[in-house]
């Protein structure tokens, strides 16, 4: 059974920086692309970062780029988000997410395997 566990949430003043960790099971990681996704109270989800099965390929919502890094490791299958200069916009429930495929996707429908979040709190 597949499985995503989100770690590494809390809270954290503006300007501050967090590493959001995801710890895969039971499904094909090293063949898996890996999505982030963050949803804020009374809001959709919103896409923020992904990163392809090769790591040839990283997308990052506008929102984060230039402040964010997606990783991965394929060995130990993990994946990372790194996200600096923290602003209280950033403040949601952080998932990760898992698909198979050729081609990188951004939109949350297009992933099967999911996580169950990480609060991130930014207070200004």
């Known amino acids: 059974q597949a499985q995503l566990v989100e770690s590494g949430g809390g809270l954290v003043q503006a300007g501050g920086s967090l590493r959001l960790s995801c710890a895969a099971s039971?499904?094909?990681?090293?063949?898996?692309?890996i999505g982030w996704f963050r949803q804020a109270p009374g809001k959709g989800q919103e896409f923020v970062a992904a990163?392809?099965?090769?790591?040839?390929?990283?997308y990052y919502a506008d929102s984060v780029k230039g402040r964010s890094t997606i990783s991965r490791d394929n060995k130990k299958t993990t994946a990372a988000l790194q996200v600096n200069s923290l602003k209280p916009e950033d403040t949601a429930v952080y998932y990760c997410?898992?698909?198979?495929?050729?081609?990188?996707?951004?939109?949350?429908?297009?992933?099967?395997?999911w996580g169950q979040g990480t609060q991130v709190t930014v207070s200004s």
């Open positions: 990163i392809s099965w090769a790591t040839t390929t990283t």
């Open positions: 997410a898992a698909v198979r495929g050729l081609r990188l996707p951004t939109s949350p429908n297009e992933y099967d395997y």
């Open positions: 039971g499904l094909a990681f090293s063949t898996s692309n």
